[in-house]
C-alpha cells in the first residue's frame, strides 16, 4: 500500500501500552470505549491445558448440522488407502493457475501457464499434480463474470473427478472486502474490515460474512482467506493497515468469531490469518521479514483473543504469517516454517486440530533463507497442512517428494495433513455436491437484497470524527453547488470508481449539482502545484467542497491542498478514503476543514454511504476502531477508539 506513514519504535510501544491497557479494562465507559453493539457476547476464549501444554480436549472445526460424520470417515479412508504418494502430496498443494476456463483459456493463458507451470490449463494443472486446492486471483484471469467463474469451478471439479482416484478440489481465494477483493461487481461488495470495526456489530459483521459466503459457494469457492485476526496497532503497518478491524483485541476477536460463523453457516470454510499475529510490523512480509518484539505476555494479550475466538467458533483453517517473532520462538524462522509456534503454541497450546495453510510461498518473508524446494518441506515439519501458491510448484512438489523418500518426512505424516483436508471438504460438501450452476449464481450473486444489506451495513460504519459549527450535512437546499476533489486511488479489484466520481454521482443522486476533479491517482507526493491552483480556483463561488484524502504522509501535498481549499473560505468537507489518520495531517488554525469524515475504504459500497451521512439521509454512526495519534507527537492521542460524532 502506498503513503504508508513510519513512525518511531517509541510510538508504536506508546500505542501498543495504550491499547493493552484499554484492554485489560474491559468495556468501560467514556470516549476510550471500544464500540459496544446490542449482539451477543464475545465468544469466550479457547481453553488452556491445565498442564504440559497439550490441551486435553483440542477444538474441531464445525460441520453442517445432520452429516453422516461415519461415512465421511469411511469415505476418506477408502480415498487414501487408493492414493499413491504423488496423489497424497499433491493433495497439500493450492496453486494458482492462468485462465477463466479448465481447459480452453485464451492462448496468452496458454503461454503463461506453460511458463509458468508446465501445463495448459487446470484440468493439465489436476493431472499432473494432483493439487487438492486452487486459488483464484484477478491478475491469473481466472475472474471475468459470475457465470464463467461457475463454469471454471465446474470445470475443475470435472477434471479432479475424472481422475483415478476422484478427489474434489478445494477453490479458495482472497476475499477480505475492502481493500482486497478479488470478486469484484455484479458480485455484492460488503464493507472491509476496518469498516466493520467502526460499525462494531458483531451481527452485521456476521450477516455480511454469511452473505459473502453465500455469493462464494454459487461461484463454486469454498474457501475463502478471510477474516484478518490481525489487531492494527501499528498506524505505520504497510501490510495490514484497514485489513484489520481494529486495535482493540476483544472487539477484533468478537468480530472475527462471527466472520466464522458467517461463513460457514454458508458451507465456505473461513481462514483466520495471519498466525500467530501481524498487526505490529512496519515491514511488508511481501518484500521482507518483519519482526514482532512483542512478549510472550503481549502476544497472549493482544495477539491471541482474536485465534483463540475463531478456533472456540470452531474455523476451519488458519494461515500463517511469514515473520519473527522471537518470544515464542527463538530461532531465525519465519512463523510459518516454525515447529515452536505452529505445533507448539497452536496446536498443543490452543488447542487447534483443523486445517493450517501457508501464506502465499512466493512471498519474500518466507524465502529469505531457503531454497523453494526446502521451504514446502519445513514447513510441513512444522506443522502446515496446506502449501500455498509456491512460486514453482514443480521444485516444491519434488522437494517434498524426496524428503518423504529419504525418511526426511514419513508417510503417515504427510498423511495426517491429506486427512484434515479431506474432512474440511466433507464438512463442506464437496464429495456430496462439488458443483455449482447458473441457477444458483442467478439467485444469489448480487441480488437486489445483497446490495441493500451491503448497503444499510456500509451506513452504520461512515464514522464523523469532526464537525465544527455542525456543518453537516449539507442540505441541496443551502449547499447546493458542490465540488469533489481529490485523490482517486486506484479502485480495489473489481469495484467501480473513481472515488471523485463516485461520489459525485451519488451526491447528484441525492438532490445536489456536483462536480468531479481528480487532482492524481496516489498519495505521494500527492497533486502537483498546477492541479492544486486549478482546484482552488474551481472552489471559488461553490457552496460546499468535499475533499478527498488517501494515506497522508509528512510533506505530502495533499495537505496543502486542503489547506489551499479552507483559505478560500467555502465550507470543506473531508473524506479519508483508507486510513482514519489523515485528519492528524489537516490542523491548525485556519487550515483544518469544516469537517471530517472516514470511510475505511474507497470501494462504491463505503462512498455511497459516506454520500448519504453527508447529506443527512443517514446518520453517521461509525466509532474509530484505532486511536488517532498527533502528527506532532505521536506518544498522544488525538482521536481515542471509540471517538465518532453523530447528528
Known amino acids: ?70 461415512r465421511d470417515r469411511r469415505r476418506i479412508d477408502e480415498l487414501i488407502g487408493r492414493m499413491t504418494l504423488d496423489q497424497k502430496i499433491g493433495q497439500l498443494f493450492v496453486m494458482r493457475v492462468y485462465g477463466d476456463s479448465a481447459t480452453h483459456p485464451d492462448p496468452a493463458d496458454v503461454a503463461a501457464n506453460r511458463k509458468d507451470i508446465g501445463v495448459d490449463n487446470a484440468a493439465e494443472l489436476i493431472a499432473k499434480y494432483h493439487v487438492g486446492g486452487v486459488m483464484y486471483i484477478g491478475w491469473a484471469h481466472n475472474i471475468r463474470s459470475p457465470h464463467q467463474v461457475a463454469g471454471l469451478s465446474n470445470g475443475i471439479q470435472k477434471a479432479a473427478l475424472a481422475a483415478s482416484v476422484p478427489v474434489p478440489v478445494l477453490i479458495s481465494t482472497d476475499q477480505e472486502y475492502g481493500t482486497v477483493a478479488r470478486v469484484g461487481a455484479p458480485a455484492t461488495q460488503f464493507p472491509g474490515a476496518m469498516a466493520l470495526g467502526a460499525g462494531g456489530s458483531a451481527a452485521d459483521a456476521r450477516t455480511a460474512a454469511r452473505t459473502a459466503g453465500a455469493e462464494l459457494a454459487a461461484l463454486g469457492i469454498r474457501q475463502d482467506y478471510a477474516p484478518i485476526a490481525d489487531v492494527n496497532v501499528n498506524p505505520a503497518n504497510p501490510v495490514i493497515g484497514v485489513r484489520s478491524f481494529g486495535a482493540d483485541p476483544k472487539a477484533v476477536a468478537r468480530l472475527v468469531a462471527a466472520q466464522v460463523e458467517g461463513y460457514q453457516s454458508a458451507g465456505v470454510a473461513a481462514t483466520a490469518k495471519h498466525f500467530p499475529g501481524h498487526g505490529d510490523t512496519s515491514v511488508d512480509s511481501h518484500v521482507g521479514l518483519p519482526r514482532i518484539t512483542h512478549s510472550r505476555k503481549e502476544w497472549e494479550r493482544l495477539d491471541a483473543p482474536p485465534f483463540r475466538a475463531a478456533i472456540e467458533a470452531g474455523i476451519d483453517s488458519i494461515m500463517t504469517a511469514h515473520l519473527l517473532f522471537p518470544a515464542l520462538d527463538p530461532a531465525d524462522d519465519p512463523a510459518t516454517l516454525s515447529r515452536p509456534i505452529l505445533t507448539g503454541v497452536l496446536r498443543e497450546e490452543l488447542g487447534y486440530d483443523g486445517v493450517v495453510v501457508t501464506d502465499s510461498l512466493g512471498m519474500q518473508g518466507v524465502r529469505k533463507k531457503y ?14 497442512d496446506q502449501l500455498l501458491n509456491p512460486p514453482k510448484l514443480s521444485l516444491a512438489f519434488e522437494g517434498v517428494r524426496k524428503a518423504v523418500r529419504s525418511g526426511e518426512l514419513d508417510e503417515d505424516r504427510i498423511e495426517r495433513s491429506l486427512r484434515r483436508i479431506l474432512e474440511l471438504k466433507a464438512r463442506r460438501g464437496l464429495f456430496d455436491d462439488p458443483y455449482t450452476s447458473d441457477r444458483a449464481v442467478n439467485r444469489t450473486v448480487g441480488t437486489r437484497e445483497h446490495r441493500a444489506t451491503a448497503d444499510r451495513i456500509a451506513e452504520r460504519t461512515t464514522t464523523l470524527i469532526t464537525n465544527r459549527g455542525g456543518l453537516l450535512p449539507l442540505s441541496p437546499r443551502r449547499h447546493r453547488d458542490l465540488l469533489v476533489v481529490g485523490v482517486d486511488a486506484a479502485a480495489p479489484s473489481g469495484t467501480g470508481g473513481p472515488p471523485t466520481a463516485v461520489l459525485t454521482r451519488a451526491l447528484s443522486g441525492l438532490g445536489f449539482r456536483a462536480e468531479a476533479l481528480p487532482t492524481g491517482t496516489g498519495s505521494s507526493p500527492g497533486p502537483s502545484p498546477e492541479r492544486i491552483e486549478a482546484a482552488v480556483a474551481a472552489a471559488r463561488g461553490r457552496d460546499a467542497v468535499i475533499v478527498t484524502t488517501y494515506d497522508m504522509v509528512a510533506g505530502s501535498t495533499q495537505r496543502t491542498l486542503v489547506a489551499r481549499l479552507v483559505a478560500t473560505g467555502v465550507p470543506v468537507v473531508h473524506l479519508a478514503l483508507s486510513n482514519p489518520y489523515d485528519i492528524a495531517r489537516l490542523g491548525g488554525r485556519g487550515t483544518a476543514p469544516g469537517a471530517s469524515l472516514a470511510t475505511y475504504c474507497w470501494t462504491d459500497v463505503e462512498l455511497r454511504a459516506a454520500a448519504r451521512v453527508i447529506a443527512g439521509r443517514a446518520t453517521p454512526r461509525g466509532k474509530l476502531p484505532v486511536a488517532v495519534e498527533r502528527a506532532d507527537d505521536p506518544s498522544r492521542e488525538l482521536y481515542p477508539i471509540g471517538h465518532g460524532l453523530t447528528y
Open 1 to 70: 500500500m502506498e503513503g504508508v506513514r513510519v513512525h518511531t519504535t517509541t510510538s508504536r510501544r506508546a500505542l501498543l501500552t495504550a491499547t493493552l491497557a484499554a484492554a485489560a479494562a474491559g468495556a468501560t465507559a467514556g470516549a476510550c470505549s471500544a464500540p459496544t453493539d446490542s449482539s451477543p457476547a464475545p465468544v469466550a476464549p479457547a481453553r488452556r491445558p491445565a498442564s504440559g501444554g497439550a490441551s486435553a480436549s483440542p477444538s474441531r472445526p464445525t460441520t453442517q448440522p445432520g452429516r453422516d460424520h461415519e
Open 371 to 384: 531454497g523453494d524446494d526446502r521451504v514446502p518441506v519445513l514447513a510441513l515439519k512444522a506443522g502446515v
